[in-house]
């Protein structure tokens, strides 16, 4: 199954505009195609009862996917009280998409081998990407953008300085997020590389996606860049710091903050400015996005945290604002995206598995192995960094090759406890 894999890792990248068949539902391209195949798969090896498919006890890997198998499953079952059935069933089909990647990724990576030649056709596909951003900016050629949303000032022709890359993505935020997630891969292939000069090369590609991600005009993802650095910094050390002690610099910090907003008058108006609070009142871009966010609460409460159901954020922002969104929709944040449209426990669920994997690699960032540790190191920076950058998409569903990334992370942890490389702890939850 590993040519499966390689092909499906492979084919998520090209996105959902290069040799895609629309149709009224969805576009159908190539990773759609295998993934769908997969599926089939799967059916025929669970009804000859294939040993290659096997469920590993007690590891954390294990778990998660179990949660993902259930954020599926109450999405299913959520078509009892949405209100758009076709959003539902175009949420719900790539949802099964994304799930059954994780799924696929988790029972068919079963060596380490395995393991790094999906890593390394990551890197091939992203590589390529960074490269198609670079021809963008530099021939002005755009292949698939709507320059008119993305140029509209029309400066691109006459100022080059002014051209923004985004490839096969909707927009330079999504391209952006994708170029965030490239460094850990970077790092990656540099630790995997035993040759002592040739390993250094891929300190290039880290340092032209920094120019891409600033030319991407992408604020979040730009300071997601500098946090991923600090993170991976920070990791090399062993910090014995007692637990009250981080509270209370956090409880300081969150002090410090509160005061400043209260007392500096221009901070004041600033965070004023963000909150609609009835009346008269002028939309900005970021005031409407809290707007959606609040708004997104609101439907929360309404269904008794049960959610509004899959793909029905948008339908309940139509038809029901609470606050003026000026007709925008997308709540614009995956982690509210989750809360809102599948509900309270999805929600817990979806954060815990999101602990369960920093904590296993950072069991694995203090292994013997200096490769292990830093592949561990990489990966937990992104996760910490992903917190803030996946509020930057539209809409994560829509962003296939993050759930297979985060298959690839997840079979990374199934084979090193396999192997005893490390133990899980006694989970508490």
Known sequence: MRKYLILIVASVFLGTEILAIPTPVAQITIYRLLVIGMIAIFGYQIL???PNIKIIPNNTATVITGIYLFWWAWGAVSVIWTIDVMNWFQAMFLLTLGVSSVVGLYLWTNDLVTWKVL?????????FLALWGFYEILTNHYVFANLEALDKNN???????SRIPVTTFTNQNDYATLLLAYLPVNLIMLNLNRHSIRRYLYVIPILLTAYLIYRSDSRMILLSFVLFFFMVILLQFNWDIKRKYILSAI?????????????????????SHLFYLGGDFYNT?????INLWRNGLVFLAETFGFGVGAGNIETWMDMLPFLPIDEF?????????????????VFVLYVVSYGLLIQALNRLRHHESQMIRQIAISFISFLVVYIFASITSANNMLIEWHWVYFGIMISFVKLMEMKNVTKPKRMRY
């Open 48 to 50: 000859k009862q294939d």
């Open 119 to 127: 890593i390394k056709t990551v890197w091939i596909m992203m590589t």
């Open 155 to 161: 400066t691109f022709a006459t100022q080059p300085s």
């Open 251 to 271: 409880g300081i910090g969150l002090a410090l903050i509160v005061g400043l907003i209260i007392f500096v008058p221009s901070l004041n108006d600033m965070v």
């Open 285 to 289: 871009g970021d005031s409407r996005r």
């Open 329 to 345: 929709t997308n709540i614009h944040n995956w982690w509210l995206e989750i809360l809102v449209g599948y509900g309270v426990i």
